[in-house]
């Protein structure tokens, strides 16, 4: 990813990396967080002077969420911290005032055990559901498969015959005007027929090779941009990203280039902008992909209605839904354009990182290859 | 143009009614040319090459029953002298090498059949071989690579299918580990980044078809 940047001198593409030290620094940041919200718990519990069960469950809550947030070493870690608390500032008060107490060990057992348990569920139902989507994603590329035969052996093949028998009359006529112009017809015919056959061998992919979205996207921004200079304005071009790239599921990076596409095309075509930037996030939790510009916007009644199909918004929305993504477009007469996608990372990334995955009850479920 | 010269004799080969009917308009349109027959599959094309012995035969690759390649084989292992044209929608090294390898003289795109069909009839009845530029370049450029086994190609195709490992592992038989190594070698012999780009280069390749 680190080269993508050297291959193109118009777009260049910065780059933050997050490195190695990324994982640890998001499960240092996970911990803290929760320490800070056991604390704040701590404070309040003690102030409103609550009953041992509901300071456990909120208690309980905090690990929970910890839990689901980081990995198994700051679940572990959290859970022995929320433990000693628990026994430390309250149960021990209460349970035995003088000495120790073997329910507190009995209470601490059962405080871990559910914690796990539940958090052990969540993350179940949690892969279930992603399980589910990757089937779909299995199920839809058996589909354009399907699609793209069946193109390929009617519609295709019947034009390919057609322009056959065109040539066959087009031989027949004697040189002149109406030769001139079936020649011009026939060649464009030709061109369409070459498009229309690339389309289908592309329709389970994308134009990317790589698993390198941002490189694509970056040069797919080149392209458009040479195809609309000698314009009357001139149009800056950068895509950025954020965190580490990581793969995305294959089927789903090829709705996020769509969109991607349909966007870019938008804003080069009709934005008239001077300015078009495209910012990609590779969160944790989430991956976006966002692409502003600075052009003349969209006319409010075409963002609402979603009818024109000039801006191909519907396209858009329609996409972004099959990904279990959020799709927001911003824009305003004169100022530009803003279309952000969001796609939770668990649905977005092809495989997950060895610490988002909390498994305790069943086997992690890898994808594909 | 010269009466007293016999025509080439065409036999034409596809498995799509209304193509065979286009090449029919198009060869028949020609003074020096003949249609003596058509076949819709691999196994036909052998039977009429027998019964009509063509001067130059056009073959199409994908077909049911037999294939092009399959059908070749047969016909030029019976008839070393079978002057045989593929036509075929998609270019791609690995389906080209495979063609030429059958025995085929020529190989050409069907999207440029309007324009190079007659001159490349003409070529290869004269005994000339005819590779268009765009697939001499493709060859060039794939001739030193690695290719894939048998059990790789199919595979690919179930791949390609949509199926995930395990479907793959039940319908050939085999433990989910061994297609996930077969993959692995798809992966590393393409250069491909997963399963979808392998895929896409399959096709672009020729080594599988739609």
Redesign the interface.
């Known amino acids: 990813m680190s080269t993508i940047g050297q291959q193109h001198s118009s777009a260049e593409v910065p780059h933050k990396p997050e490195g190695k030290r990324g994982s640890f620094q998001q499960t240092a940041r996970h911990f803290c967080v929760g320490l800070i919200g056991l604390a704040l718990i701590t404070v309040a519990v003690i102030r409103l002077n609550l009953q041992p069960g509901a300071i456990s469950l909120l208690y309980l809550i905090v690990v929970v969420f910890v839990s689901l947030k980081g990995g198994l070493v700051s679940s572990v870690a959290f859970s022995l911290v929320a433990v000693f608390c628990l026994y430390y500032f309250f149960l021990s008060q209460i349970f035995s005032p003088g000495g120790r107490n073997p329910l507190d060990i009995v209470a601490t057992i059962a405080f871990l055990f559910t914690a796990w348990v539940i958090t052990g569920m969540v993350a179940r139902n949690r892969r279930l559901t992603e399980d589910q989507l990757r089937v779909r994603f299995?199920?839809?590329?058996?589909?354009r498969?399907r699609i793209?035969?069946e193109l390929?052996?009617t519609l295709?093949?019947?034009f390919?015959?057609?322009?056959?028998?065109?040539?066959?009359v087009d031989?027949?006529l004697p040189p002149g005007k109406a030769k001139e112009a079936l020649g011009k017809v026939?060649d464009q015919a030709?061109q369409a027929?070459?498009e229309g056959?690339d389309a289908?061998?592309?329709l389970?992919?994308s134009a990317m090779?790589?698993?390198e979205l941002a490189h694509a996207i970056a040069e797919l921004g080149k392209e458009l941009a040479r195809t609309h200079s000698g314009e009357t304005h001139s149009t800056t071009f950068r895509v950025s990203v954020e965190g580490t790239p990581r793969?995305l599921h294959?089927?789903l990076r090829?709705d996020v280039f769509r969109i991607a596409c349909e966007a870019l095309r938008n804003s080069f075509q009709h934005a008239q902008a001077s300015k078009i930037e495209v910012d990609l996030t590779f969160g944790e939790r989430l991956f976006e992909l966002r692409i502003r510009d600075d052009g003349k916007g969209i006319d409010p009644k075409h963002l609402d209605s979603g009818r024109d199909r000039h801006w191909g918004l519907p396209g858009m929305r329609e996409r972004a839904q099959q990904i279990a993504g959020t799709l927001e477009i911003w824009s305003e007469t004169g100022a530009g354009t803003e279309v952000e996608l969001r796609i939770p990372g668990s649905v977005a990334y092809?495989v997950s990182p060895g610490g988002a995955g909390f498994h305790l009850f069943g086997k992690g479920k890898e994808t594909?290859? | 143009m010269n009466g007293e010269r016999p025509r080439i004799r065409v036999l034409s080969v596809d498995d799509?009614p209304?193509?065979?009917?286009?090449?029919a308009?198009?060869v028949t349109?020609q003074p020096d040319m003949a249609l003596v027959s058509e076949a819709s599959n691999g196994r036909e094309a052998i039977e009429q090459f027998r019964i009509h012995r063509p001067d130059v035969t056009l073959m199409d690759l994908q077909m049911p029953e037999m294939n092009g390649v399959d059908a070749m084989i047969a016909i030029c292992g019976e008839f070393p002298g079978a002057r045989i044209i593929v036509l075929t929608?998609?270019a791609g090294d690995v389906q080209a090498i495979r063609a030429l390898k059958a025995g085929a003289r020529a190989y050409l795109l069907?999207?440029l059949?309007?324009?190079e069909?007659l001159e490349t009839i003409r070529l290869v009845h004269a005994g000339q071989r005819r590779v268009l530029p765009a697939i001499a370049a493709d060859l060039a450029e794939h001739a030193g690579d690695e290719l894939l086994s048998a059990r790789e190609i199919e595979v690919l195709r179930l791949v390609?299918?949509?199926?995930?490992?395990k479907e793959i592992a039940a319908l050939l038989s085999i433990t989910e580990e061994t297609v996930?190594g077969h993959?692995?070698n798809i992966?590393a012999k393409l250069g491909a980044?997963?399963?979808?780009?392998a895929?896409?280069i399959g096709?672009?390749r020729g080594i599988i078809d739609?």
């Open positions: 299995e199920e839809r590329l058996a589909e498969t793209a035969r390929h052996d295709l093949q019947s390919q015959a057609l322009m056959l028998h065109f040539q066959a031989d027949q026939l030709d027929i070459v056959r289908i061998q592309n389970r992919s090779f790589a698993n793969d294959p089927t090829d092809s594909g290859s | 799509h209304l193509l065979r009917e286009g090449v308009a198009l349109s929608t998609y069907k999207s059949l309007r324009k069909l390609a299918g949509g199926n995930a490992n996930k993959v692995k992966l980044n997963d399963r979808t780009h895929v896409t096709l672009k739609l």
